[in-house]
């Protein structure tokens, strides 16, 4: 009786034994989970390196790739201990589900392409940090209405939603999905950047302020219902591609500050009608009109508008031999070129050198309804219309 009693004694004393550092583990463990909880929430951003593909390269972070579809996107500040300073070229290509990305103050960089073909992203904020970023970095984020840049930046800012450099002498882009049909160019812009309004089909009226000096390569890209512009004599630089594929454009005057017309430059402009071409002009580069038809170039007697227009079977008319007042071009003077002339002052609009060379009968320099009143007043008597201002003048 004896030895079972002390053998039950034993037993009790081993499974208690046994139990004790269960119990103890147990909640250790669980203390060691209360203790990791703030630490755990403080390392959230660093958990969300999960969602990129990154490289590390002298202590500091690029993205190269984002691997996920969510529609909100937290950019981490830091992964494995270092900065995320760039994001790398495509980073974000085609990530069709992304509305809004925050980017981190530690990022420096942007590079080419990084939000290409992002169609649902609708707006977007530039810290202070960054001070490089390429001017194709929104290309074809076709929903894109505002870029908004914090006002401590140093490099760049925004004024409506459009990027500019820090002084605004530059546009950098206007936001493709921007719903406005009318834009007018500041005084204080002398830069219009490359791919500045690539893809803005809502645009149909642009107005370019006398100071801008240079139109950058693919500017107006696809800008398919552009269907106004006029580029002032400021202008000496226009890049390759510039108005490509704006198919609602008609007419338009190269300005005599401009002596060549780059690679490509009007190509697919199916709705180009007239281009007015100065003496200035010198060269026109391979392209330039590629897919334009049925369009007749004004130009002037031994210009190179001429020869080009001859060379490549494009019409061409030589404002030399244009009848004065013959505003419709159909070789008489009517009150129908009167009635132009009124509908262009009436507007507003800058006319262009064509419309001014051949409207502006008095030659005051100005297109104004007295030119339509002596066209009107000449067709009712049957004068020439230079010969009726020389009578008139004795």
Not at 118 to 130: D, E, G, M
Not at 296 to 309: E, L, M, N, S
């Amino acid at each position: 009786m004896k030895r079972k009693f002390l053998l039950v004694i034993l037993i009790v004393t081993m499974l208690l034994l046994i139990m004790m550092p269960i119990g103890l583990t147990e909640e250790k463990n669980l203390t060691n989970i209360q203790e990791n909880r703030t630490e755990s929430e403080l390392i959230v951003e660093e958990d969300s390196a999960i969602d990129f593909v990154y490289s590390i390269s002298e202590g500091e972070v690029t993205i190269t790739r984002y691997r996920n579809k969510k529609a909100e996107v937290k950019i981490p500040s830091m992964i494995d201990g270092c900065p995320v300073t760039s994001i790398g070229s495509d980073a974000f290509r085609d990530c069709s589900s992304i509305t809004n990305v925050i980017i981190p103050n530690t990022v420096v960089n942007i590079e080419s392409k990084v939000f290409f073909g992002c169609s649902s992203l609708t707006n977007i904020t530039i810290p202070r940090s960054v001070n490089n970023m390429m001017h194709w970095a929104f290309w074809g984020c076709s929903n894109l209405t505002s870029i908004n840049v914090d006002s401590n930046n140093q490099k760049y800012s925004s004024e409506n939603g459009i990027l500019f450099n820090k002084d605004k002498t530059e546009i950098i882009k206007y936001p493709e999905g921007k719903e406005d049909s009318n834009y007018v160019i500041s005084n204080n812009v002398t830069q219009i950047g490359p791919w500045a309004f690539f893809n803005c089909r809502n645009l149909k009226n642009m107005t370019i302020s006398n100071c801008v000096k240079s139109i950058g390569s693919m500017a107006f890209y696809e800008c398919t219902s552009l269907t106004n512009i006029d580029i002032p004599n400021s202008v000496t630089n226009m890049g390759d591609h510039t108005f490509y594929g704006c198919s609602s454009l008609t007419n338009i005057t190269i300005p005599s500050s401009v002596t060549c017309i780059g690679e490509n430059t009007f190509q697919r402009c199916t709705g180009l009608t007239t281009i007015m071409i100065p003496n200035s002009v010198k060269t026109i580069k391979r392209m330039a009109f590629e897919g334009c038809k049925n369009f007749t170039i004004y130009t002037y007697r031994g210009a190179y508008a001429q020869t080009y227009g001859n060379e490549n079977n494009i019409n061409v008319v030589l404002l030399d031999d244009c009848l004065l007042g013959d505003m419709d071009g159909d070789g008489e003077i009517t009150p129908y070129d009167a009635y132009i002339i009124n509908v262009i002052f009436e507007s507003g609009r800058i006319p262009t050198e064509q419309e001014l060379l051949i409207g502006d009968v008095d030659g005051d320099g100005e297109l104004t309804p007295y030119d339509a009143y002596i066209i009107n007043v000449a067709f009712e008597r049957g004068e020439n219309i230079k010969r009726y201002i020389m009578i008139k003048k004795k």
